[in-house]
């Protein structure tokens, strides 16, 4: 055992801080060795006067606890803690209406027929007569077409939509 | 929560004494000690948690008394040290060396002379005071290791070759 473990274990000895098993070891090695003899010596002595020079003998006598200002403050860290516990529930609270009140106000137009196409295939007579946000009226179509080419309807032939590009509007397209 | 007023009542009849000495031993609070006392227990109730999950009872009411004291202190002196003296005991000296003795615990660093007190006044263990002190077990061990070892040095100086 070097010295410097040696010292250690000793103080820690002194301070009551070993295990029963360490203990045993180490009063087993200060018997044998005389150094270690004397080192243990000093340090207890040492100890010794230190804890004479600063304790004072007896207990001094304590007033009773006051019970009263206790419990008063254990009833204002109640509160304080039910504070805490709320503000932030209402705080959200707050935010969810806040937050709902600014969608509410911006929410957008009601939505117009003329935002739903219409069925592709459907020749809705019903119609107005002229309804141009109609892009996918047939009825549509075949009124602004037969226009251009006026023809007698025992002239018609059945017709079939031809729309090969998204950028250009469909045109109807007769059967031979 | 009326346990909990039950559970410092306990504890107050265990560790008051103790920590009554403790405040009266700051010379300069000797007269406000009782007042510091109770002081403590209020602030124990309200980290009422803390104190039942801390190492001991007594080591976290110590760790209060603590920072009563440093407040208190500041409070009537702007720059002043903890301990910054050991009390002298009530009884007579019975041993030249003890004075001796108390100057040479006095002029210790605070960081050695505070964790020798609780060891020697209050027999608070290494792990209690760490709990106290609010650091390492290691540093407590060390610390301690190295204050009494000044102090021997106190009582048997090396010899001038």
Redesign the interface.
Known sequence: MNSEML??LL??R??G?LTPEVAALLEDHVERTPDAARRAA??H???Q?????????G?????A???D???A??TR??WSTRRMQILPLAACLALGLGVGWLAHSFQPPAETPANHPAPALALATSQPAASPARFWSLARLEREQTAITPRGRSDRHPVDLNWKSAAKLPHLEEYP | MDHAVDQLEHLYRETGPALLAYFRRQSSLAGAAEDLLQDTFVRAIHSFGRLRSSVTPRAYLFGIARHVTLEALRARRPVIELLSEAAAPEVALEDARLEPMRAAIASLPVMHREPLLLKLQQELSYVEIAEVLGIPVGTVRSRLHHAVSLLRQTLNPPSES
Not at chain 1, 49 to 57: D, E, I
Not at chain 1, 59 to 63: D, E, H, L, Q, Y
């Open positions: 010292e250690t103080f820690d002194a301070f801080e000093e340090i002595a040492t100890m006067l230190a804890s004479a020079s600063v304790t004072s003998p207990s001094p006598s304590i007033r606890l006051d019970v200002c206790l419990r403050a254990e860290m109640k």
